[in-house]
């Protein structure tokens, strides 16, 4: 089983950026295709980004390319996501999760372990 933790949730205004972090542990990280999925307020769960195990290739949802980066550090078991020109559409749950793949997949069904979340709020 692996264990993922996010860090880096905040209230943040429009606009503005935040940098969220998933640490892994249990399972060889550079192996594992990793992936952001956030949940507006009163919405399904939604797909942010996706990145392969060796970084190489990566996939946005269309709501968020050209603002979001993923991103990972194999060194350190972390996967990243930049955000910048935050809006409150941003506003969600966002989440971490892993597939034992390195090809990155844009479907939650896909990853088969979950972190817990980190609320990020974009509000002025």
């Known amino acids: 089983q692996v264990q993922l933790e996010e860090s880096g949730g905040g209230l943040v205004q429009p606009g503005g950026s935040l940098r969220l972090s998933c640490a892994a542990s249990?399972?060889?990280?550079?192996?594992?295709?990793m992936g952001w999925f956030r949940r507006p307020p009163g919405k399904e769960r939604e797909f942010v980004a996706a990145?392969?195990?060796?970084?190489?290739?990566?996939n946005y949802a269309d709501s968020v390319r050209g603002r979001f980066t993923i991103s990972r550090d194999n060194f350190k078991n972390t996967v990243y996501l930049q955000m910048r020109s935050l809006k409150p559409e941003d506003t969600a749950v966002y989440y971490c999760a892993t597939r034992p793949w390195q090809a990155a997949a844009v479907t939650s069904d896909a990853y088969d372990d979950w972190g817990q979340g980190t609320q990020v709020t974009v509000s002025s």
């Open positions: 249990g399972r060889t990280f550079r192996y594992s295709a």
């Open positions: 990145i392969s195990g060796s970084g190489g290739s990566a």
